[in-house]
């Protein structure tokens, strides 16, 4: 396995102490609570970024928020790292724990704990899914905006840590635009509540900068969000292009219109491919890019604005439009695209990168995209969201083959500096985590990262939340 | 009062002051009434972002703009008018409701604007100043120039300081520089009205309107004591009441006319309905986020206050047994704007939000006297009290901004 | 996602299948959401993504199972529901199958465990053993309770509360081939089976009366039985294949001597296994043409009867809250066909929530795993009767015994109701 990026070297002091740490632990939580046989400890060595694996010290499974701020009080007492875990899904090793770290998992933490349609708010324990809370609320006309691909498994709580995206957030806005108030473990087991129903909270806007912290700064253990009342009618619809660069430029286009779609999603041809293998939805095989553009509201508003669309997508010599004809049809196409990620296992391995560029670069970048694959003589396949310039290239690789391995984790590093100098961003919803951290330097001046650390040591002076992410090690003072 | 002329200007400023103790009021054009704060200490000297000013970057094409933080926001809402853009989170307007305090000659900035977090009443959908803030330049406490966020709608790279700049009041950093999200301007828009609601029903009606899909883009009651104040005195008149609540609908012109037909159709089961049409209608959203209702010319305490939107209209009739209070309600009741007859009443108002639900209060207008005693912004809890002041040590460790303004 | 077995580990061909399983899987967990242990004890140990973590990890080391591995491979259902969701393909039946085979070679389970197995390898796929020990539990019922409270003695409580109240007559002779009413239009076996036989007759008797009226010819050989889930679910292997190949044999013989259309399946638990026999004998040279064809054959009852165009009928104004079976849904991916019959055939159906999950019974889970078993079947009786249904419609025996013992609303087999509408006797649990 390569292993281009580093963790923190473990804490000796920690290692040393580990039966007397996991017989503490034991004290302070229900038995079934704490994990630490050793085979029990290897599904937890990673998350969904699996190029990069370590084993944890142990795990906890708490079903309260006093058993987690009882963990917090204890590991900080003591100086153990804590990992927090929601589902496990994260794309830039979010989750991945190291040798001397507690994975703080919120599995178990799970339960809706309230719905005030009044107010329309859902108030969620941390490790509910994210799909849950809208699927919950659908027989009363409500939905959660935020749908990362993953929304069927990953967590609210996860979701909050990376700030989640997904594809309708062209129109609704991310997970910090959708959060109304956490409860927070802060690292010294303290329990403080940021926010609440109200729309906007007291004092620094501590919530903003929780969301997205990626378990630095504090366990979200309950989280406040808004419903949003469903629109009367959605319509997803298919427009395939010859090439990828007209379908970027037809995006661009679409939004210079002044049409904001609820959703402008796009997949290459091998991205096409794939998702039709698994999903059966009827996308044409037939043209080298796609857009899925999603309009909503009622049948005459749908038709209005996609009228507008097409004319807009002939401009870009659009080969084929299809509108879907059923909700059983839409949901397909959803479903494709949704599981696009991991339907690409079908064919190789990959890694998938995260970075956001400004739309008038989109096609510059993925024309460059191909060409920094092309030269490390490997494949990719790109599906994104391409209304707010999020992309998501898919480099494949074969994971038995080290140096391959190796070739698409530098491949991938030239992709995320290409995003950032077009303009953009190395993360636009994935996160850090550990995967991009070593490039923050490429984004950040040493000033900056300065500045940003000094802010989380306000939360957590002695690194003890998921220390090896988000920062490079050098540096940290 | 400091004017620096360049961002590099304003970090040797900043810099200074923080090597000689020396404290700083940061203000764009001072015409929000909260620079002004008293301070605890007696030396403090105001510096002004209003030279920083100018336009950046701007591709309408990409619905982003990039602007110096002391351009003034009319400069800014001209160049977006001209595209058929709009800043969608409406930034209201202080100088009417300040009375004497207000200058109308002086114009508010963009820094300002993002600096308090105001926001106006499509807050729903369109959320705070602070969600349409992509990016910003800013100089710390210890004259650092910063760099947080970028022009890209979705970005997680790294702690995201933008959000925590954004409504700290000039008291974390200098703003230099803001890059936000734009939106086109709908070319439509309707507002239907309901007459003869009490608060109570409003609260309820303003509920049902929100979780219909016509997508309500302002939802606000007036009560009798402040509708003649809106439209000049011109909302149509109906029997039985005199009580307005007004709920907004933009978009596409066939799209707002369908919605509208369905929602006046429904809302006709709480009260009688009327119809205003754009005109009407931008005008009266307008005098809605300024506060047009205690443009009064008064010093009379003013509030703003944040709670949930069921709760605003339970709060003002619980206070009303125990105060003088006059009120109206936007974003569905979970903003409330109250005027305090006689005292400022801070103690009683922030004791009542803590027993509906919470929620917070902040002294938008009030004398000198009555600033000295009640405090402008919402006490925190302990522990968050005190995990903003180490927030703040870390972006102003020698506390050199605002002292004492907030947290 | 990336693998490390060596070449010589490589030559066994359960190990090869096993990796190029693994190697589909990204990890992206989609699976866990889906998994009724997860969802119910939310440790990822127990949860698709986990277990296959485990696998990879004991077969990779080439290690015997130990106590943890078996602990959270037995808590799977195998309801197969992360198959559904895996957006890779990852054949998770067949590494959970290699899996079980492992344990059952290489670990010693404890005592009262091996025994209780051991007993219902024995007893279950043997239809007159079977009724002897249902008859006895009569006897044991009342102790029930008192039994559950020794924690060893769980799963023997449990199974003497999920026995029949009462018992049908033992099945009159159906053996041979049933006549048709008028043009013959096809000819079928259909799967007397074991364990469903003598809890309910009646599924069998109205699937021959209902094809016999539509002209197929329905066949239920001599010597066929138990399918081999049962043992197969337990690992043990070799009696999985030997039950199999006798299956394979009979009907092999049969479509010698008349030919046969389809292998007509009611319980869609054992349809899900002989689909599979194809994969189970492939290494079996004399075996795997045959059971491949045999695999090919087989049909659950309502794919089949999909096929025959049956007439829509009035509307009946009773309510059917349908619950697809997880052999059905994940296992064979049936999903619609039996909700089309029943609605043509004149019921109003409904979904009820959370369908993707098990309501507990898989096999002999609801034995070895009462707990666990307890929760999924509450949650499941929960879900259906927020629908309001009149009558609860499955496919499968081990769903309708584990359901059925949990609400008072009457639950019956599918085939049942769809004889009924097309003019065959009302259910027996309608009646009264």
Redesign the interface.
Known sequence: MPEAIQFLPPRSEVLSRRAAIIADLAGILPADCVIHEGRELVPFETDAFISYRRLPLAVVLPRTTSQVAAVMKYCHENGIPVVPRGAGTSLSGGAIPQEDAVVLGLSRMARILELDYANRTATVQAGVTNLNISDTVAVDGFFYAPDPSSQLACTIGGNIGMNSGGAHCLKYGVTTNNLLGVKLVLVDGQVIELGGKHLDAAGYDLLGLVCGSEGQLGIVTEATVRLIARPEGARPVLFGFATSEQAGACVAGIIASGIIPVAIEFMDKPAIEICEAFAKAGYPLDVGALLIVEVEGSEAEMDAVLENIVEIARRHEVMTVRECQSATEAALIWKGRKSAFGATGRIADYICMDGTVPLGKLSYVLKKTSEITDSFGLRVANVFHAGDGNMHPLILFNANDPEEAMKAEEAGNEILKLCVDAGGCLTGEHGVGIEKRDLMRHQYTQAELNQQMAVRAAFDEDWILNPSKVFPLEGRG | MLIPNSEADAAYVIRNAAADGKHLSICGGNTRGLARLPARSGNVEPISARSLSGMVDYDPAEMVMTVKAGTPVAQVEQALAANRQMMAFEPMDHRGILGPHGNPSVEPTIGGVFAANVSGPRRFVAGAARDSLLGIRFVNGRGEIIRAGGRVMKNVTGLDLVKLLAGSQGTLGFLTEVTFRVLPVPPMTQTIVIFGLDDQTAAKAMAAAMALPVEVSGAAHLPASVRSRFLGGALPEEPGGGEATVLRLEGLTASVEVRAQKLAAIMEAFGPVARLGVDESRILWREIRDVHAYADGSEKPLWRVSVAPSAGAQLVAALRLEAGIDAFYDWQGGLVWMRMEAEAEGDLLRRMIRAFGGGHATLIRASEVVRAEAPTFEPQPDAVAALSARVKAKLDPAGIFGPGKMG | ????FTPEQLEDPHVAESEKIL????????????CPT??TL????DSP??RI??IK??LENGRDA?E??VT?IDRCLSCLSCVT??????DYMHLVDHARIHIENTYKRPLADRLLRSLLAAVLPYPARFRAALTLAKFGRPFAPLIKRVKALQPLGAMLELAPKTLGNASPAMRGAQPVKGIRRGRVAILAGCAQSVLDPGINEATIRLLARFGIEVVVPEGEGCCGALVHHMGRENEALDFARRNVDVWTRQIEKGGLDAIIITASGCGTTIKDYGHMLRLDPAYAEKAARISALAKDITEYLATLDLLPQEPKRLTVAYHSACSMQHGQKITMAPKLLLKAAGFAVRDPAEGHLCCGSAGTYNILQPEISAQLKVRKVKNIEATKPDIIATGNIGCMTQIGSGTAIPIVHTIELLDWAYGGPKPGKLKG
């Open positions: 996602m990336q693998t490390s190697r589909r899987c990204v990890h992206c967990g989609f699976c866990t959401a889906t997860y969802v939310g440790n990822e140990l993504r986990g973590y485990l990890d004991m130990d943890e591995v959270h969701t895996c957006p890779s393909g990852v």
